[in-house]
């Protein structure tokens, strides 16, 4: 099974809002990878973390690897439409190069 | 740049026969996973492929077998279907083991 916690489960937002959401794990990871999938096809990926504390952007999103290293976090800032989708964390263990846990995802749907 | 490329997209097989998937990674990767993603649920990580050898492999049974070429691409064999088998399946390839993973669009595998 999954040993990755994913929250929220879903969020309903505004359009124009902020999103938050993590992932969390009793187990240590050396990477984390956020993805964004839309119904019917594959995960696309929006942010790679390496290091313990890094925090990246791309665009509207910012992820950072938390100091732990047991969790990682995903802001998406000032939502549009096109946002919709789920999300899902993936974390790859230190002992377990290659092997990526993903938890059971985020579904956004932004309203107008 | 092509990106993963998988076939076929869909797939409608009876239960007890066996399937082949295949899979293209990107331009430049030399490293193939694959992930089983059941309706509702995060990708399951079934095995790795580097070098034409399966280097991590997930909680899947023997059932589950694979292999890679030596131009990087794969394919995803599973025999003596099951019901529970229905999913999408999901390559992803990478630059070594250990790096991001870039995900193709799936096929759909439905067993009856």
């Known amino acids: 099974g999954q040993q990755l916690n994913q929250s929220p489960q879903s969020m309903f937002i505004q359009e124009g809002e902020d999103v938050s959401m993590n992932c969390t794990s009793s187990?240590?990871?050396?990477?984390w990878l956020w993805y964004k999938q839309d119904p019917g096809e594959g995960p696309v990926l929006l942010i790679a973390?390496?290091?313990?504390?890094e925090l990246t952007s791309n665009g509207r999103l910012t992820a950072q690897f938390g100091i732990t290293r047991k969790d990682s976090f995903l802001n998406i800032s000032a939502s549009i439409p096109s946002d919709v989708g789920i999300y899902f964390c993936?974390?790859?263990?230190?002992?377990?190069?290659?092997?990526?846990?993903f938890g059971a995802g985020t579904q956004v749907v932004v309203t107008p | 740049d092509a990106g993963v490329t998988q076939s076929p997209t869909h797939l409608i097989k009876t239960r007890g026969q066996q399937v082949t998937l295949r899979c293209s990674p990107k331009?430049?990767?030399?490293?193939v996973s694959w992930y089983q993603q059941a309706l509702g649920q995060g990708p399951q990580f079934i095995f790795q492929?580097?070098?034409?050898?399966?280097?991590q492999r997930g909680n899947f049974p023997d059932r589950f077998s694979g292999h890679q070429f030596p131009n990087y691409s794969s394919e995803l064999n599973v025999n003596a279907l099951l019901l529970g088998d229905s999913a999408l399946y999901l390559c992803?390839?990478?630059?070594?083991?250990?790096?991001?993973?870039?995900f193709g669009p799936g096929t759909r595998l439905t067993v009856t």
């Open positions: 992803a390839s990478s630059i070594g083991t250990e790096y991001e993973q870039y």
């Open positions: 187990s240590i990871f050396n990477t």
């Open positions: 973390l390496y290091k313990a504390g």
């Open positions: 993936a974390g790859q263990l230190g002992d377990s190069w290659g092997k990526f846990q």
């Open positions: 331009s430049g990767h030399d490293t």
């Open positions: 492929y580097y070098e034409e050898e399966e280097r």
